[in-house]
């Protein structure tokens, strides 16, 4: 079954209010958003580096809490390393320290073009 992610690469991206995530979730975008040297990884890549099935990835990035792929071919697509690594480390700090993070809120903050959002 084809994918196609024109609706999530497309759609406008919302501006979050950074008063909804934690301030070490807001360091965390900070610092990713730092990294120049970026990889781009594959579903089997990505599969295995967020341990989720090819299905529960698709649908999470439908839900907009696993940051979406970004086109790297006309019929391919690829997923930031530093987003994900980002990603797993903001469940592992939710997880760990048992305080609720908005991973919708979260992914939107990263994924959000430089300049459009209060991180700094």
Do not use: H
Request: no cysteine; glycine share 4%; aromatic share 4%.
């Amino acid at each position: 079954m084809k994918r196609s992610i024109q609706s999530v690469a497309n759609a406008p991206r919302r501006q979050v209010e950074n008063k909804f995530l934690p301030e070490e979730i807001q360091e965390l975008i900070v610092r990713t958003r730092r990294i120049t040297d970026d990889r781009i990884l594959r579903l089997p890549q990505v599969r295995e580096k967020v341990g989720r099935a090819n299905a529960t990835i698709w649908k999470d990035v439908s839900e907009g809490t696993l940051p979406p792929p970004i086109s790297i071919g006309p019929r391919a697509v690829g997923w930031r390393n530093s987003e994900l690594s980002a990603w797993l480390e903001a469940w592992s700090i939710a997880s760990r320290t048992k305080q609720p993070v908005d991973m919708k809120a979260f992914v939107a903050q990263l994924i959000a073009p430089k300049g459009a959002d209060n991180v700094q």
